[in-house]
């Protein structure tokens, strides 16, 4: 007898042996609350570049939102609970941006891409909730003399240096402020599953949203500074599933710098709130 | 200005940078041949197991074909055009299956689940191919005194142990037999693409069929001998995302082994020929 | 003209590049203070043995002191100044001894073996201090509901298992009592250095001492609870450079656990006071 | 009862766990005839430069022999008997010098460091040898349209670049010339082991070489073609144990390339017949 799916249970290739467990749905299909945990320290930098440069890079529907600045936010997360306690890390690249559809309209931060070191989060978060993750190598990042390195790079080929320094740590009202601030609408993607045989058609093509709510999250502390980002040209034989991604980087142009930071923070949320856009 | 997806161009997420560089289409859309490469050594055992457990693994309009033998097979691969000559490493567990769809009706190997080293190559097949590729660490595995083991785990839980002995060379004569034997329709797969937000939904559903034929394979060399396998029990907390798969292998009923090869080969084909079936 | 050494700088192989830098010995001939760095989180389960058990690892003029407890300690480092702010990780089993020679009469932490995860260290103290530094993965500890885990491996097996659960954090009382504590001498090694050509014999062999003293040493936070240590039985084949230092743990005999803590702290020393014990 | 070490017996440290085992020294104390295996891979570049360059690397009593031709050999090791049939790779720098002692008069290859991607072979040789072992990141090669690439990397900073095409296949009869053609006398290192706590001194300085003889090495295939070499410049900060290292070959001139190689090998020797230079 073939098997068949459980209603309401969540199911990722392979599907032959029963729901699968991930971010959404643990053993025996609970929920995962994110409380107290992950622990996450998140190193970001900001730039201004130019409008046509980002505005290049949104699909249908979307707009630039505000300045043209790019943060690149390399976050390095231990205690994950779906992961029975372990970590992984990530790193992003995002810009201000509006979502004008028929239904909705939301503004927030674009995820143009976000590099992952570990393919369990990749896969799961990729088919369930359309971010854009892909693979590299994200190892812990130095930190000396007051100032912090981290790298990134794809079999032995490292694609990014992103420095920050000259750290001031922020006061619990700084904090406080802080987490009282608007974020807009939350995080937006756009979600395009390739067909089979068909190629050069897609299954599936629509924009997603990671609402702005985490209600348990809370910044432990926060450092604010000054930092620089550096992408390093890739020719195809050196990043042949991602020279594309790096180059379109590597050739932003790099307007002025707007600050630095490194924030601690313990909890997310329950990540299943991510909707389609239409 | 959005950008517009390039009609007749392959695109997987992020979509932003331009068409995706992948398997089937490389820098400026350029197909891969795979003639004298890529370089592959296979390590593969059988075992004949219960019909029962492995009807319990296919999914609607599959059935079980001929007597119900897994093959558990690792793949260590070199000079990959696609990613400009490097490798990675697979292993994967099939037995034969047929397909009876109100189309096609075909038989081959049922690919239930594979393993790979690299997070590229999982993330493009599955999304292209619809195969249930996942991650693993395969390290290159050990030769000494007539025996060949490898292992395979995740994050530092070992979750396979093979060990291959007794290895007879075949001639020429032999190889060529081979080469001409049979070999059933292709490698079926079931794709599955979950829908966002509407969890347990799915927006994809379907199989898909990797023919059979591979012009530009060319058996180098190839031994036959005895072989064993052994997963290992995980507790969820051990392999979170991964410890139904292991722990239904790990229930598998071993009547019999049928026997262990390694096989030397070059070239593939243009992996382009994946269908679905109907 | 062939080069000569520098006298009063230190050299490790290769000679030939100038002056080695490592803990000892920065660029330019700098030493490294180590205040306010390393950071460091220490896992540490302790359990009562059989003197006998430990006794035939002593080598000559040791003797056991106090109770027959082992130690096993890992050691999650970050920040660290002689890596230019990079980490690595430790995993050591020691036990209480003494140290009786015709000059010295110590008695302190005797360290059997410090496995670390990073070939640098392990090589640079070996040869300038005497630790008994070998090599195996140590990834990250994983944090789950109260509960800690670490693993330790070599080359995919897995030969060692911690947990520790049960946590209830110290006080800044209990924490100053636990700096002012007397901790013995320091910790103990016994150096050897075999001779090339002349198997069987050395060209090095004395004990040296770690002394206690660690003046930049903060412990920031600790907590104690109740921990298991599992060592695997492992062959030559699995271990083949390893095998009879797993399988001495694995034999030793656990009469009672005597607790387990988890420290975090800042700070070390100089590390330049290493001796040679007479 | 303190142990005693077993006379004959080969040690290093931990001494406490019985004899050591490693390329000299197998289970029960056999040796390790390396017949058949292990199976090596090597790429090689040579290139002339500055003899007053190549001097300044040399110790005492050593000098240059023949021309300033320094060659950078890469070697991917597989079955290897004493690892119990894994592999590991290698990256050596070396050219012809000759050692004039009081006893020796030996001319080889003066092999100036040997970087390794595994801890243990490090040790065991630095220890037991004196070759110059440090440790780098060292991943398979890529081959490409003819064109195999290899690199070099330490956390992440890739300080090597080496790059072979034009192969050109050798035949029988030029490998069975290649095989009688005389080698010189060996390979050469430098020895130095530091003392504990009188820093700057050694206890432990001499010369040693590795017997030129290795009478199961076979030849399988071999290939001539051109290369070319690119060491990156690196700071203390980007490799703070080998910046030195890598820097000075940075600054070697590169009068012109002579010629690359890539040769397959199976077997090798009993490495016991390492000697002392006087």
Same mark, same amino acid.
């Given at each position: 007898m073939p098997y068949q799916l459980q209603p309401g249970k969540m199911y990722r290739?392979? /599907?032959?042996? *029963?729901p699968s467990t991930g971010p959404r749905q643990g053993e025996d299909g609970r929920k995962f609350e994110n409380k107290d945990t992950p622990k996450i320290t998140t190193i970001a930098v900001s730039f201004l570049t130019r409008p046509d440069q980002l505005e290049a890079l949104l699909p249908e529907r979307f707009e630039l939102a505000r300045e043209p600045i790019v943060t690149v936010a390399a976050s390095y997360i231990t205690e994950i609970e779906w992961l029975a306690g372990r970590g992984y890390n990530t790193l992003g690249v995002s810009f201000p941006a509006t979502f004008r559809g028929e239904r909705d309209h939301v503004t927030g931060s674009f995820l143009t891409v976000l590099w992952e070191n570990l393919a369990d989060p990749i896969i799961t978060v990729r088919e @369930?909730? *359309?971010?854009?993750k892909i693979f590299c190598e994200l190892p812990e990042p130095s930190v000396f003399r007051g100032e912090r390195r981290l790298i990134a790079a794809w079999l032995g080929f490292k694609f990014l240096d992103v420095k920050v320094q000259g750290l001031r740590q922020h006061s619990a009202e700084e904090i406080a402020a802080l987490a009282q601030a608007p974020t807009g609408d939350g995080v937006l993607h756009y979600k395009v599953m390739p067909r089979t045989g068909e190629?050069? /058609? =897609?299954?599936v093509a629509y924009a997603t949203l990671t609402p702005a =709510? #985490?209600?348990? #999250?809370? !910044?432990r502390e926060r450092w604010a500074g000054e930092g620089s980002v550096q992408f390093h040209k890739a020719s195809w034989e050196e990043l042949p599933t991602q020279y594309n991604i790096v180059n379109t980087f590597y050739d932003l @142009? !790099?307007?002025?710098y707007r600050g630095a930071s490194v924030t601690k923070t313990v909890g997310d949320k329950d990540p299943s709130d991510q909707r389609i856009l239409r």
């Open positions: 290739m392979p /599907t032959h042996f *029963g @369930e909730l *359309g971010y854009a190629w050069g /058609t =897609a299954d =709510a #985490r209600p348990n #999250r809370v !910044i @142009e !790099i307007k002025e």
